[in-house]
């Protein structure tokens, strides 16, 4: 991808970089414990009935670090009318849609426990004297008003969801719920860490990063591997970890969602705390190519965002793309590709550090195939023993500098 080219593409998200800023300023006090990305829901992926109008929602989420001071952030960035939130109640999950109703409290915002969200934007709640313990599952109940016919989400939740008909959010459970495995207007909680080095690592990418293959309601995608590891080590124990990745998500064009060349603004140079940042993305735009053209484009997509993250202070480790033999993706010529990016991935220089996923989850006999065991079955998607490996496989030293 020639400057010019890269030139375009700048110009084109600046509208979306300076809507994203909009939505509040980030203070350098707070550090993100749980994120998802946001995009605009398919119709395959909205509420089941009865729907979020006038109705209650309760979502399941599992931070990373801890803190005794939180804060929690709402989006309607896709939304094309006004988003009414009439109550938010967060408290510790109990499993499926119970709650412990001793640890529950009500948030506000702005003094106030309703907020209408008007299209296009996220509000972030007052800070919220809470103590919350690292790597605790927490449920956020919503009871709306009004929703816009356009819904902002995260479909890739891996975790049940609950819409009930009540309009209570505090119960400890739920009355004849409707279950939806996907996530809903929640876009972050940050803390106020009591570490002063507490930081955050962002991990950018697709379906891989989202955890398609993993167990749903289990916590058992690699960055939550990551999450884990770093909580058990003393000297890593004050780093958050963000998920963004986005099922189906390309970098430079197509795919679901907005690209990670849009959303790189948005999802790793303003998440608050953020210090480190691993990228494994490209598979999605080398998948749907027939030219190794893709590969160069790709490389000069990955040293601007490189360039854009030094520039914040942020380091940046590049992820090698998996194999992807045997699945849908499999032709000679995009397995070029891949072998070109990795190649430049290994050997440049050019990232601060190298987590080299292909090495560790390929077949030996056949590097060009996931090993058997790391396999989903569609030759392309870790299963949970390869999320594991993954998890497993990062060195836990690079988030010690």
Same mark, same amino acid.
């Given at each position: 991808m020639n400057k010019a080219v890269i030139i375009f593409l700048l110009l084109a998200v600046v509208g979306f970089a300076k809507g994203a800023a909009a939505a509040g300023s980030l203070d350098g006090s707070w550090v993100g414990t749980w994120a998802s990305s946001q995009q605009l829901v398919e119709p395959h992926n909205m509420p089941p009935h009865p729907g979020l109008a006038y109705n209650t929602l309760r979502q399941v989420v599992r931070v990373s670090i801890g803190g005794e001071l939180i804060r929690l952030k709402l989006s309607n960035e896709y939304g094309n009318g006004p988003l009414e939130i009439k109550a938010v109640h967060l408290a510790q999950a109990a499993g499926a849609h119970r709650i412990k109703p001793e640890t529950g409290l009500i948030i506000t915002f702005n003094g106030e426990q309703a907020v209408t969200i008007p299209p296009g934007e996220t509000v972030i709640s007052d800070p919220m004297a809470y103590s919350l313990p690292s790597l605790t599952a927490v449920a956020i109940t919503i009871h709306f008003g009004a929703v816009p016919s356009a819904l902002t989400g995260h479909p890739g939740s891996r975790t049940t969801s609950y819409i009930s008909t009540d309009s209570a959010v505090d119960p400890e459970w739920m009355r004849q719920p409707v279950p939806t495995e996907h996530w809903y207007v929640i876009n972050g909680i940050d803390v106020a860490a009591g570490n002063p080095n507490s930081a955050a690592v962002v991990v950018i990418g697709d379906s891989i990063t989202d955890g398609r293959g993993s167990t749903t309601d289990r916590h058992n995608r690699w960055p939550d591997i990551l999450a884990e590891r770093l909580?058990?080590?003393?000297? @890593?124990? !004050?780093? %958050?970890?963000?998920? !963004?990745?986005? %099922?189906?998500?390309? =970098?430079?064009?197509?795919?679901?969602?907005? @690209?990670?060349?849009?959303?790189?603004?948005?999802?790793?140079?303003?998440?608050?705390?953020?210090?480190? =940042?691993?990228? +494994?993305?490209?598979?999605?735009?080398?998948?749907?190519?027939?030219?190794?053209?893709?590969? !160069?484009?790709?490389?000069?997509?990955?040293?601007?965002? =490189?360039?854009?993250?030094?520039?914040?202070?942020?380091?940046?480790?590049?992820? @090698?793309?998996?194999?992807? %033999? %045997?699945?849908?993706?499999? #032709?000679?010529?995009?397995?070029?590709?891949?072998?070109? =990016?990795?190649?430049?991935?290994? #050997?440049?220089g050019v990232f601060d550090a190298v987590i080299?996923?292909? +090495?560790? +989850?390929?077949?030996?006999? !056949?590097?060009?195939?996931? +090993?058997?065991?790391?396999? @989903?079955?569609d030759h392309l998607h870790p299963s949970a023993e390869g999320y594991k490996r993954m998890g497993e496989f990062i060195d836990l030293s690079l988030f010690a500098k």
């Open positions: 909580q058990a080590n003393e000297a @890593t124990a !004050h780093i %958050g970890v963000l998920n !963004h990745g986005i %099922g189906g998500n390309a =970098v430079l064009a197509g795919g679901l969602g907005p @690209t990670v060349f849009r959303r790189f603004n948005r999802d790793v140079l303003e998440q608050p705390g953020v210090k480190y =940042v691993i990228i +494994l993305a490209g598979v999605n735009d080398i998948g749907s190519s027939n030219s190794t053209a893709v590969a !160069h484009n790709l490389i000069s997509v990955y040293q601007h965002f =490189v360039e854009q993250a030094h520039g914040r202070g942020i380091l940046v480790y590049g992820a @090698t793309i998996l194999p992807f %033999g %045997g699945s849908q993706y499999d #032709t000679p010529v995009r397995e070029q590709a891949r072998q070109i =990016v990795n190649e430049w991935i290994r #050997t440049s080299d996923f292909d +090495l560790a +989850l390929r077949d030996p006999d !056949h590097p060009e195939r996931l +090993l058997g065991i790391y396999d @989903t079955g």
